[in-house]
């Protein structure tokens, strides 16, 4: 059975910084796609961040919105991947979501691409 557990949400002021984690269990997604939502009070579950196995090495691919401020990285012998957080902002709060699949998807924004996804993590930024 395959699980995806974050961690790392809180309540943060505008301007801070948080990280969050995800470790999945039950299979190895180091040659897939690993990545973030977030879903906002009244608002669609929207595309965050991602990072995908390539023969190339990992691909990043970031929403307009974070590019600058949001960092994602994964560390293949623990099959977690982190989300750095910084200059957070009020819009920034909503659920995150952790999302993985085991293969590269063309589609890595659309959440209709990932198998697995884990039960959210609310981060909150005052201002």
């Known amino acids: 059975q395959v699980q995806l557990v974050e961690s790392g949400g809180g309540l943060v002021q505008a301007g801070g910084s948080l990280r969050l984690s995800c470790a999945a269990s039950g299979r190895t997604f180091s040659r897939g796609t690993m990545g973030w939502f977030r879903q906002a009070p009244g608002k669609e579950r929207e595309f965050v961040a991602v990072?995908?196995?390539?023969?190339?090495?990992?691909?990043?691919y970031y929403a307009d919105s974070v590019k600058g401020r949001f960092a994602i990285s994964r560390d293949n012998a623990k099959n977690t991947v982190y989300l750095q957080m910084n200059t957070l902002k009020p819009e920034d709060t909503a659920v995150y979501y952790c999302?993985?699949?085991?293969?590269?998807?063309?589609?890595?924004?659309?959440?209709?691409?990932?198998?697995?996804w884990g039960q959210g993590t609310q981060v909150t930024v005052s201002s």
């Open positions: 999302a993985a699949g085991p293969r590269y998807y063309s589609a890595y924004d659309d959440q209709r691409s990932y198998d697995y």
């Open positions: 990072i995908a196995w390539s023969w190339t090495g990992s691909s990043t």
